[in-house]
């Protein structure tokens, strides 16, 4: 069956089952597979062919069936699926192969500090043993590619646990050696090892192509913000983002997909019906929940894909897929206005600054980054996520990071997009010259001098007219609670608030109270300094939103957005937890061009736990959203159910009011 386009309603079905389990697939029942799986509106899954344990679900040749099986059960799953009109990419472990490992030791990948990256002897933490693609085992996962397409229909492949890794085992030292790769140089031995991992790439995909042209190919880990290294490899790309676990939260899927759906690819979002992390037996999210996820996942443009894990006797459970059949009975009633809708947006976050924290096949973005992102999707502004490589110029306003080092070839881009019009935020450290006072940006409205003297410093936002209903007071010093920077405007730039500093930092021998020392004087600097469309932030006020969630950095940047990114493409009446997102889908011959309103209602309850929950929904009322529109609506109603929603029009704005709002809604501007 051809895979494409994706499907929006999609399982993942994990199966790592340990060799343990000696009653694999006992109780699978081909029909009620199936059955169970079309009465839960699922049109897409994706079946496992190898598991991270190593073992084979179907009679291979090449790799080892799990001892507990004793028929094709991979088989009898394409079968039954495909007679159901279900798409089903195969599933197969690269970077983590329990068995291959064991039976090549020679094929597992050796850490920088000497140890064998798997668990430790004796241990139960948490782990897999993981494999050098560039040793022989790469020539066994082309053995196996080719054995499963030749053995079945295939649909796609998903390839899982495709991160890249250095290897300082004897055999890898020696190849990085002999590619004059110095070993004490981490940033050549990374760049090696994503070299690496990219020859593997186009090799796999090549291969794959040559049996199974139609076929999708994705690979799972790569979703990083030098994703565009992969993007030519994949069909498309997954997001895998379980906002329980721990792992990634409810942010992340937010920031990371508003960078891969820039590459021009579709884009799934994988959450899971699980209370924390894969392998939660027993684990289960409420309706509330799983619609609230499945709707962030859409709103951002996404198909979705709902992680599961089959039981090892091969029974779905009916309880999962209730719940899942509740999710998605509402996604296929909304199927007309989500296929070819485009998300818009108005600005692009650079995907640039220094990374905090680096896990391996989980995606972040620089603190700046991602704090930008959870501020823009509280106030409204429709925005993206682009590397340096990116058109800027369809974007009214850029942000960059705090720490961003620009070359000379950004530096002209940004210059020549400043030029023509695009308005450009930058904070801190960002795009500093080599002299340390003057900055590579031709337009930039301050000259630097030093960083601030103590942590924190103190903002005292004068002159900066707040939004309204923002509490934000002029003579109110608001601590800012990392490192802030001394500026000094140049001539012709409107400078915003005033610096200052306290009468210490703490240490060991200057310490005040509980905390930090209180405001003592102006630093005779600002907070913020424009000249033109140019805005410079004295304190990265993006990070620190991002580290510290205070509410009085995002009020600052609401009031100094207007001269930057003034007739906005929306303007909600809402608190920040519900989420507004634009998208437009062209004429058909069956309706007009479509603007289209997705509203998000974020209702986490109190918890003690690191990670909150929103398993809990409830109505609200009296919302409201300006959306710009360049002509007057036919008509403004909900859907899927086609019920007008009430609306105003001034000017270029037209008013949709909404009477309640319970997790989810969508408002359709027509004409």
């Given at each position: 069956m051809n895979a494409m386009p994706l499907r929006y309603r999609q399982i993942h079905l994990d199966f790592h089952t340990s060799p343990h389990c000696l009653d694999v697939g006992v109780e699978f029942d081909a029909n009620e597979f199936a059955r169970t799986l079309q009465e839960a509106h699922v049109n897409a899954i994706n079946i496992f062919a190898k598991c991270h344990h190593g073992y084979s679900y179907y009679p291979t040749k090449v790799g080892v069936v799990h001892?507990?099986?004793?028929?094709?059960l991979l088989g009898a799953q394409i079968e039954a699926l495909h007679h159901a009109n279900i798409v089903c990419p195969i599933y197969v472990s690269i970077l983590w192969d329990e068995l291959a490992g064991q039976q090549h030791p020679e094929w597992v990948i050796v850490n920088k500090d000497g140890r064998v990256a798997s668990r430790a002897p004796l241990s139960n933490a948490w782990g897999w043993t993981t494999l050098d693609i560039s040793t022989g085992y790469a020539d066994y996962v082309m053995d196996q590619v080719t054995e499963l397409a030749k053995m079945y229909e295939v649909d796609g492949f998903w390839f899982d646990i495709c991160f890249p890794k250095p290897n300082y085992s004897p055999w890898g030292q020696e190849q990085m050696r002999a590619a004059g790769v110095p070993l004490d140089d981490d940033h050549a031995v990374w760049e090696f090892a994503r070299r690496k991992q990219e020859r593997f790439f186009a090799r796999l995909s090549q291969h794959v192509k040559s049996l199974a042209p139609e076929a999708t190919i994705y690979y799972n880990g790569t979703i990083k913000r030098d994703m565009r290294r992969i993007v030519d490899y994949a069909t498309h790309l997954e997001v895998e983002?379980?906002?329980?676990?721990?792992?990634?939260?409810?942010?992340?899927?937010?920031v990371m997909v508003r960078q891969a759906r820039t590459y021009g690819k579709p884009t799934i979002g994988m959450t899971g019906r699980f209370h924390n992390f894969w392998g939660d037996f027993g684990g289960l999210k409420t309706a509330d929940q799983l619609l609230y996820e499945c709707a962030v996942i859409v709103a951002a443009g996404g198909r979705i894909s709902i992680g599961d894990q089959l039981h090892p006797r091969g029974r779905l459970d009916p309880a999962v897929y209730r719940l899942v059949g509740s999710a998605?009975?509402?996604?296929?009633q909304l199927e007309p206005w989500l296929v070819d809708a485009t998300p818009l947006a108005e600005a692009a976050v650079l995907a640039l600054g220094p990374l905090h924290e680096d896990v391996d096949g989980v995606g972040s973005q620089s603190p700046d980054v991602e704090g930008a992102i959870q501020m823009f999707i509280e106030m409204g502004v429709q925005c993206d996520v682009v590397d340096a490589a990116a058109d800027i110029s369809r974007y009214r306003l850029v942000v960059l990071p705090d720490g961003a080092e620009v070359d000379e070839a950004l530096g002209a881009k940004l210059n020549d997009y400043v030029a023509g019009g695009g308005a450009l935020i930058f904070s801190g450290t960002a795009a500093r010259?080599?002299?340390?006072?003057?900055?590579?940006?031709?337009?930039?409205?301050?000259?630097?001098?030093?960083?601030?003297?103590?942590?924190?410093?103190?903002?005292?936002p004068t002159g900066i007219a707040p939004t309204p209903g923002s509490e934000l007071a002029d003579d109110y010093d608001y601590a800012f609670y990392d490192q802030a920077h001394v500026v000094e405007p140049l001539p012709g730039a409107i400078a915003y608030g005033d610096l200052r500093r306290a009468y210490f930092s703490r240490t060991w021998a200057t310490f005040m109270?509980?905390?930090?020392?209180?405001?003592?004087?102006?630093?005779?600097?600002?907070?913020?300094?424009r000249r033109g469309k140019v805005l410079y932030l004295a304190a990265p006020l993006f990070s620190g939103y991002k580290k510290w969630d205070y509410w009085a950095y995002r009020a600052i940047v609401e009031a100094l957005l207007p001269d930057l990114l003034p007739d906005r493409l929306l303007y909600p009446h809402a608190p920040g937890w519900v989420e507004c997102s634009l998208h437009a889908q062209p004429a058909t011959a069956e309706h007009p061009p479509r603007t289209i309103l997705h509203l998000i209602a974020y209702q986490a309850r109190r918890t003690l736990q690191q990670i909150p929950h929103v398993d809990q929904a409830w109505t609200v009322a009296d919302l409201s959203v300006r959306v710009r529109c360049a002509q007057p609506p036919a008509r403004v109603y909900l859907a899927p159910n086609g019920k007008d929603v009430p609306y105003t029009r001034e000017g270029d704005y037209v008013t949709?009011?909404?009477?309640?709002?319970?997790?989810?809604?969508?408002?359709?501007?027509?004409?």
């Amino acid at each position: 069956m051809n895979a494409m386009p994706l499907r929006y309603r999609q399982i993942h079905l994990d199966f790592h089952t340990s060799p343990h389990c000696l009653d694999v697939g006992v109780e699978f029942d081909a029909n009620e597979f199936a059955r169970t799986l079309q009465e839960a509106h699922v049109n897409a899954i994706n079946i496992f062919a190898k598991c991270h344990h190593g073992y084979s679900y179907y009679p291979t040749k090449v790799g080892v069936v799990h001892p507990g099986l004793h028929f094709d059960l991979l088989g009898a799953q394409i079968e039954a699926l495909h007679h159901a009109n279900i798409v089903c990419p195969i599933y197969v472990s690269i970077l983590w192969d329990e068995l291959a490992g064991q039976q090549h030791p020679e094929w597992v990948i050796v850490n920088k500090d000497g140890r064998v990256a798997s668990r430790a002897p004796l241990s139960n933490a948490w782990g897999w043993t993981t494999l050098d693609i560039s040793t022989g085992y790469a020539d066994y996962v082309m053995d196996q590619v080719t054995e499963l397409a030749k053995m079945y229909e295939v649909d796609g492949f998903w390839f899982d646990i495709c991160f890249p890794k250095p290897n300082y085992s004897p055999w890898g030292q020696e190849q990085m050696r002999a590619a004059g790769v110095p070993l004490d140089d981490d940033h050549a031995v990374w760049e090696f090892a994503r070299r690496k991992q990219e020859r593997f790439f186009a090799r796999l995909s090549q291969h794959v192509k040559s049996l199974a042209p139609e076929a999708t190919i994705y690979y799972n880990g790569t979703i990083k913000r030098d994703m565009r290294r992969i993007v030519d490899y994949a069909t498309h790309l997954e997001v895998e983002s379980l906002p329980t676990s721990g792992t990634w939260g409810y942010l992340h899927y937010p920031v990371m997909v508003r960078q891969a759906r820039t590459y021009g690819k579709p884009t799934i979002g994988m959450t899971g019906r699980f209370h924390n992390f894969w392998g939660d037996f027993g684990g289960l999210k409420t309706a509330d929940q799983l619609l609230y996820e499945c709707a962030v996942i859409v709103a951002a443009g996404g198909r979705i894909s709902i992680g599961d894990q089959l039981h090892p006797r091969g029974r779905l459970d009916p309880a999962v897929y209730r719940l899942v059949g509740s999710a998605y009975a509402r996604i296929e009633q909304l199927e007309p206005w989500l296929v070819d809708a485009t998300p818009l947006a108005e600005a692009a976050v650079l995907a640039l600054g220094p990374l905090h924290e680096d896990v391996d096949g989980v995606g972040s973005q620089s603190p700046d980054v991602e704090g930008a992102i959870q501020m823009f999707i509280e106030m409204g502004v429709q925005c993206d996520v682009v590397d340096a490589a990116a058109d800027i110029s369809r974007y009214r306003l850029v942000v960059l990071p705090d720490g961003a080092e620009v070359d000379e070839a950004l530096g002209a881009k940004l210059n020549d997009y400043v030029a023509g019009g695009g308005a450009l935020i930058f904070s801190g450290t960002a795009a500093r010259a080599a002299d340390g006072s003057s900055f590579v940006l031709a337009e930039a409205p301050v000259r630097y001098r030093e960083a601030a003297p103590t942590t924190p410093s103190y903002l005292r936002p004068t002159g900066i007219a707040p939004t309204p209903g923002s509490e934000l007071a002029d003579d109110y010093d608001y601590a800012f609670y990392d490192q802030a920077h001394v500026v000094e405007p140049l001539p012709g730039a409107i400078a915003y608030g005033d610096l200052r500093r306290a009468y210490f930092s703490r240490t060991w021998a200057t310490f005040m109270g509980h905390q930090h020392a209180p405001v003592d004087r102006s630093l005779n600097a600002p907070i913020a300094v424009r000249r033109g469309k140019v805005l410079y932030l004295a304190a990265p006020l993006f990070s620190g939103y991002k580290k510290w969630d205070y509410w009085a950095y995002r009020a600052i940047v609401e009031a100094l957005l207007p001269d930057l990114l003034p007739d906005r493409l929306l303007y909600p009446h809402a608190p920040g937890w519900v989420e507004c997102s634009l998208h437009a889908q062209p004429a058909t011959a069956e309706h007009p061009p479509r603007t289209i309103l997705h509203l998000i209602a974020y209702q986490a309850r109190r918890t003690l736990q690191q990670i909150p929950h929103v398993d809990q929904a409830w109505t609200v009322a009296d919302l409201s959203v300006r959306v710009r529109c360049a002509q007057p609506p036919a008509r403004v109603y909900l859907a899927p159910n086609g019920k007008d929603v009430p609306y105003t029009r001034e000017g270029d704005y037209v008013t949709v009011t909404l009477p309640k709002l319970t997790t989810y809604a969508v408002v359709v501007i027509e004409g």
